[in-house]
């Protein structure tokens, strides 16, 4: 069922006129800013029922009249130049040039298993909307070495996007995104976004020169996936004090719930910094203070909500349901 619904997005999507290029967003039309506004309302409901149904059906549901709504929404002349600042749970987030932006969200399937949902919205004055379709994984053998479009999306909700350099006189960025991904781990992405000739969205560059614990480079590495424990909180952010990508270093520990070894946050620190070759090279122990204890995600002063603005996981039970 959760395929399908991806796949609505773009039998949804193919049924607009859309153009391959065209003019920077400008002014908003007060007729258009008003009928954002109503759809706005009528997708809130939408993303609450998304997150917060026990039902499965419905959840499914909201979500495949979320994706109509969001394209229909888009669908008016200028309407890049509206935030939809009241839609708390879809993560909507800018370029650092703004020339584009991306809508995702995420659903949940089962404790076990979540689809993400998304699309690429060019700065343009008429519809320039690109989906995302989440394949997740399990359709790729090597995800962090597997170079994509955006019908083979990995799939995670992006709460970041900074300028990462350039590639063949092109810029490209870097997407941090968030999976809940299981009841006892959750995941972290460190992706990278170009756009091909044509305007299309491409997932995936080896710019990296990490290393494993062993000291072994890992030169193909197109992006980097962090997989952690459900009841942790694990930093992976862009620091331009430091001038480069912070994240967290994660060890191998016992489950506290019986799921078996998961790996933990230490309270050490790596860091992605740019080099002269174009590469960005990875330095440990940015900092020197080690915490007695991996942080523990805690509530936010914002009413409860998390980074994506939905309401607290109850972790008592290693990943029970959104409050």
Request: net charge negative; hydrophobic share 40%.
């Given at each position: 069922m959760h395929y399908r619904t991806a796949v609505v997005f773009v039998l949804f999507l193919s049924q607009l006129?859309?153009?391959?290029?065209?003019?920077?967003?400008?002014?908003?039309?007060?007729?258009?800013?008003?009928?954002?506004?109503?759809?706005?309302?009528?997708?809130?409901?939408?993303?609450?029922?998304?997150?917060?149904d026990s039902s499965a059906e419905l959840r499914f549901q909201a979500c495949r009249d979320l994706i109509r709504e969001l394209v229909t929404a888009l669908d008016r002349p200028n309407s890049f130049a509206y935030s939809f600042d009241a839609l708390p749970g879809m993560s909507i987030q800018y370029a650092p040039d703004r020339s584009f932006r991306i809508f995702s969200w995420e659903l949940m399937v089962d404790r076990d298993g979540y689809r993400h949902y998304g699309a690429i919205q060019k700065n343009s004055k008429e519809l320039e909307l690109e989906p995302l379709v989440d394949r997740g994984d399990t359709w790729l053998e090597?995800?962090?070495?597997?170079?994509?479009?955006?019908?083979?999306?990995?799939?995670?909700?992006?709460?970041?996007?900074?300028?990462?350099?350039?590639?063949?006189?092109?810029?490209?960025?870097?997407?941090l995104g968030y999976d809940s991904y299981e009841a006892y781990r959750r995941r972290k992405v460190l992706d990278v976004l170009r756009f091909d000739a044509?305007?299309?969205a491409v997932f995936g560059l080896p710019v990296?020169?990490?290393?494993?614990?062993?000291?072994?480079?890992?030169?193909?590495?197109?992006?980097?996936?962090?997989?952690?424990?459900?009841?942790?909180?694990?930093?992976?952010?862009?620091?331009?004090?430091?001038?480069?990508?912070?994240?967290?270093?994660?060890?191998?520990v016992p489950g506290s719930y019986g799921e078996g070894p998961v790996s933990m946050p230490d309270g050490s620190y790596n860091m992605l910094v740019l080099g002269e070759n174009g590469v960005w090279r990875e330095e440990t122990q940015v900092f020197t203070?080690?915490?007695?204890?991996?942080?523990?995600?805690?509530?936010?002063?914002?009413?409860?909500?998390?980074l994506l603005g939905r309401a607290k996981r109850d972790s008592s039970g290693g990943g029970g349901g959104w409050r």
């Open positions: 006129s859309i153009p391959l290029w065209g003019q920077s967003a400008g002014e908003l039309a007060k007729k258009d800013r008003q009928v954002l506004e109503e759809a706005e309302g009528r997708m809130a409901a939408l993303v609450e029922t998304v997150y917060t090597n995800p962090e070495n597997a170079i994509v479009g955006a019908d083979n999306w990995l799939g995670y909700v992006v709460y970041t996007i900074v300028e990462g350099g350039t590639y063949e006189d092109r810029p490209y960025y870097f997407v044509g305007g299309q990296f020169e990490t290393y494993t614990e062993s000291d072994l480079l890992l030169a193909d590495r197109v992006r980097m996936i962090m997989i952690y424990g459900a009841e942790a909180t694990m930093a992976l952010r862009y620091d331009a004090d430091l001038g480069g990508v912070v994240y967290e270093n994660l060890v191998l203070h080690k915490y007695e204890e991996a942080p523990r995600e805690v509530p936010l002063p914002s009413e409860g909500r998390d």
